[in-house]
């Protein structure tokens, strides 16, 4: 069984920086496209960043510039390191990863992280 595991989040102030990191683990043999989510109070799931194996990245609008993604593909490892932070990225932060392990190929997602930023 693939499982998430996401670390680094907590409380930032207005302007400061968060690394967030998220590690696969179980009968991994590859996986695509690692990505990270999040969801404030009320709204929808969004995405905030992706990476693919191959290190090309995607980003929402509200993080060009202050985010940055990046994976560890022998750890099945991904990362966001967010700075510059406003108190609009307050959300519980999911990672999401595309799996290709002894079960097939599916989607997981991590259980999530809570980021706090006070202005």
């Known amino acids: 069984q693939v499982q998430l595991v996401e670390s680094g989040g907590g409380l930032a102030q207005a302007g400061g920086s968060l690394r967030l990191s998220c590690a696969a683990s179980?009968?991994?043999?590859?996986?695509?496209?690692m990505g990270w989510y999040r969801q404030a109070p009320g709204k929808q799931r969004d995405l905030v960043a992706s990476?693919?194996?191959?290190?090309?990245?995607t980003y929402a609008d509200s993080g060009k510039g202050r985010f940055t993604i990046s994976r560890d593909n022998a750890k099945n490892t991904v990362y966001l390191q967010m700075d510059s932070l406003k108190p609009e990225d307050t959300a519980v932060y999911f990672c999401?990863?595309?799996?290709?392990?002894?079960?097939?190929?599916?989607?997981?997602w991590g259980q999530g992280t809570q980021v706090t930023v006070s202005s």
């Open positions: 179980g009968r991994i043999f590859r996986i695509n496209v």
């Open positions: 999401n990863a595309n799996v290709f392990s002894a079960s097939g190929f599916n989607p997981y």
């Open positions: 990476i693919t194996s191959g290190g090309s990245t």
